[in-house]
């Protein structure tokens, strides 16, 4: 059992000529969201934070995230 994304990342670097036979399957047995963590101690934590949320919303909205997913099989 592993997360979809983790799951297809480890099989495209570790078993590439097999990746092709796993399939996923629905529904997910759990859900859990993901999280970016920086710690405080690091200089201009909030400003990375505000600057990733940023990046991350324009490319939700431009499309490149979708497309970048898609690319990855994601």
């Known amino acids: 059992v592993a997360d979809k994304f983790v ?3 480890i099989l ?9 036979e796993i399939e996923f399957v629905l529904p ?3 859900e859990k969201n ?3 963590c920086i710690s405080k101690k690091v200089p201009d ?11 991350l919303q324009a ?3 431009n499309g490149v995230l979708a497309h970048i ?3 990855n099989t994601l």
Do not use: C, V, W
């Open 7 to 9: 799951g297809a990342h």
């Open 12 to 20: 495209k670097q570790e078993m590439p000529d097999r990746a092709g």
């Open 28 to 30: 997910a047995l759990e």
């Open 34 to 36: 993901l999280y970016l």
């Open 45 to 55: 934590a909030l400003g990375k934070i505000t600057s990733f949320n940023a990046g």
């Open 59 to 61: 490319i939700t909205e």
């Open 69 to 71: 997913m898609k690319d």
